[in-house]
């Protein structure tokens, strides 16, 4: 047996090299095609002459007790036509799974996978055991008294995957992916009361304690020092400074190098150009780019990928005060461009800036950032899907592919010469927006990043769409979603591959 400890929920995943008839536990769930039930299955549903009663159909369960059997119940959950299932359903019937025990109350749970079917039965079992481990995150941990319907239930404890196949390392590596996510989750949920700028950092650097990364914090004296008036005029008009850190994945090491630069806005009010009430609460998430990478760096170390790796973020409040940055305002940035600042609530870019030029001076061969930019996003591809960008089509192709496997999709945006012309600025070097119209705001806030890449290779993911689940599916509730993690450390795997 191969147990695999989890961080954020307290779970264990297993491994178990064995027939499924051998498995103790007090459910085995079995997903099945329709019309494509085991014949075992089948057999038991007979049995108990309720064989009209599943035959697979997508959404459909059964939940069979079988007395004299090792595992108590069988749990049967239908993904429908073989045809059309894809690794995603595997994945929506762990987070069901998951439902299903803790409304159970099954202590112990287990996983058998039929042999007979077209997808890779190991991604098959991994994206399984994501779906699970996903649901198994509690979100309403400022909640200080129990449901009176939940005080008596147990909680899920242990999943155990069995099979006469080896697959603990697709089981292991599902379960590091999804707990790498529901790290993401669980710090974004964190409002900007207790999740400031220091706090950012205070988390990087218990990220990189744990796993011997190297991280440094640069104060806000220190980005004065270094020229970084993107990041200072952003976080001007708060009470809590301005913040810059970078952390190193093998940094030593003679390997590839990727820089990955995300977006930190604890709070984005808009500043001067203030939002309107309605909705501002969701503008916690705005720190949601950086603390993907940071999740991103998590499963790195844990997978230990061959890989160099370099996280850049500078974290800010974005506040209005007597003391805020004004439209109008002009600054300058780490590698000498001016901007000029027409719009506060354009701040995102303006901190990136900084970021992305500081991570250029470490020369990687691939820059990629990750921000919840523009609220345009959503506009473009609505919640499904993340904006994508970027100067280099080998990694622009990986980067679908493995939004494809991992459903965390993106989709390209034209870079043409015409969006750069349109943030030039009259009297600096670029403006903060495009049109006042928000014509193309997607693309002209992904050029705007663009100015500070140094020519060097660049991939951008606005995330803004995707940040935060307002439509629940089987393994993500309502809150904060973490998506980007799965995909960009799949994309970094495969990058580092292939050079
Ligand atoms: N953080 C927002 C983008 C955003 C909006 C993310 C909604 C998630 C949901 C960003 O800083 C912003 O305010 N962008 C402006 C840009 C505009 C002023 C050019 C926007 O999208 O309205
Ligand atoms: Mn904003
Ligand atoms: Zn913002």
Known sequence: MVTFETGCIKMKINFEKKNFDEVSAEALF?????????????????????????????????????PGKTYKRLMLIGLGKEEKVKLEGFR??????????????????????????????????????????????????????????????????????????????????GTILAESQNYVRRLDLEPSNVMTPQRMADEALMLAKKYGMDCRVYSMGELEKKGMGGILSVGKGSAKPPVLVRMTYNGEKKLPHIALVGKAITFDSGGISLKPGKGMASMKYDKSGALVLMGVMRALAELKVPVKATLVFGAAENMPDGNATNPGDVVKTFNGKTIEILNTDAEGRVCLADSVAYAATKKPELIVDVATLTGAANIVLGRHGICMMGTEGSALKSFEKCGQETYERVWPLPIWEEYSEMIKSDIADVKNIGSEHGEAGTITAGMFIKEFTEGLPWIHLDIASVDLIEHPNAYLPKGPAGRGVRLITSFVREWAQKK
Not at 40 to 49: D, Q, R, S, T
């Open 30 to 66: 079995v997903p099945c095609m329709k019309k494509r039930i085991p014949s075992w299955a089948a057999e038991m549903l007979k049995e108990a002459g309720v064989e009209k009663d599943f035959d697979g159909s997508k959404g459909k369960r059964y939940l069979l007790p079988v």
């Open 92 to 173: 929506l019937a762990g987070g069901k799974a998951y439902g299903i025990a803790k409304g159970n109350g099954l202590e112990k749970c287990a996983l058998w996978v039929n042999e007979r079917m077209e997808l890779s039965k190991g991604s098959a079992i991994q994206a399984f055991v994501e779906g699970f481990v996903l649901k198994g995150l509690k979100l309403d941990v400022y909640k200080t008294q129990e449901k009176e319907e939940d005080e008596d239930k147990k909680e899920v404890k242990t999943l155990v995957v069995v099979s006469e196949e080896d697959f603990s390392r697709q089981v292991r590596e």
